[in-house]
């Protein structure tokens, strides 16, 4: 019997998706961090407490680089509590 394997995306977003997501913080490079389920986007220039419409470029196993396509007109995705007061334990 044959297997193949399949890589499977766990990823909430994909390449291409356009979300409104809320800079929850700011990284050691500057760049701004927002967070869907949990799940790391990293937007380059974004400042916390912005809440933006961002494109997303690249998605790795664990996070994921957007670029700011405009201001939020939408619900903003974020992280539920939760994983909130699991992010800020650490």
């Excluded at 044959?2 to 997501?21: K, L, N, Y």
């Excluded at 933006?52 to 998605?59: A, E, H």
């Excluded at 957007?66 to 995705?77: D, I």
Aim: aromatic share 6%.
């Amino acid at each position: 019997m044959e297997r193949t394997f399949q890589r499977r995306s766990f990823a909430p977003i994909r390449v291409g998706d356009e979300v409104d997501v809320k800079i929850e913080a700011v990284g050691a490079k500057g760049d701004g961090i927002a967070k869907i389920k949990g799940f790391v986007i990293f937007v380059p220039g974004a400042k916390e407490g912005e809440t933006l419409k961002v494109k997303i470029l690249k998605v790795l196993k664990k996070m994921s680089f957007a670029e700011v396509v405009g201001q939020s007109t939408g619900p903003v995705e974020e992280s539920s509590s939760e994983e909130q007061e699991e992010s800020e334990e650490y």
